[in-house]
């Protein structure tokens, strides 16, 4: 196994020498996300996702959910200080829903 995709144990020492960077466009073009959420009440649920840079303004979603099951995808796109999100998602009882949003940043940091 290479240093690095070594799994560390707890009695293993891991310092800041073992971070791996990540430089240049592939650092953010892909970026998957994962989360399970349970509460006292409900099942737990599994979420997860991918969002996909095509270029540096154009972006790829598609996520999936359980309990109650869902599928989305989307895309968006990151113009000067304006983002805008088109989206749907399909809800085994409430069926296909659309999405859009148009969000403006009156402060950008771009």
């Not at 970026?31 to 540096?56: D, H, T, W």
């Not at 989305?72 to 069926?95: C, E, M, P």
Request: no cysteine; hydrophobic share 40%; glycine share 6%.
């Amino acid at each position: 196994m290479t240093e690095k995709s070594k799994n560390y144990t707890a009695q293993e020492n891991y310092t800041a020498e073992n971070i791996q960077v990540l430089e240049g466009l592939e650092a953010v073009r892909k970026r998957p996300a994962m989360e399970i959420e349970k509460n006292s009440i409900e099942k737990q649920q599994f979420k997860a996702g991918l969002e996909y840079r095509v270029i540096k303004v154009a972006y790829l979603r598609a996520g999936i959910a359980t309990n109650p099951t869902l599928g989305s995808f989307g895309f968006g796109l990151d113009l000067k200080n304006i983002t805008i999100d088109v989206a749907s998602s399909v809800h085994q009882v409430l069926g296909f829903s659309p999405q859009f949003s148009v969000i403006y940043h009156f402060l950008s940091n771009k």
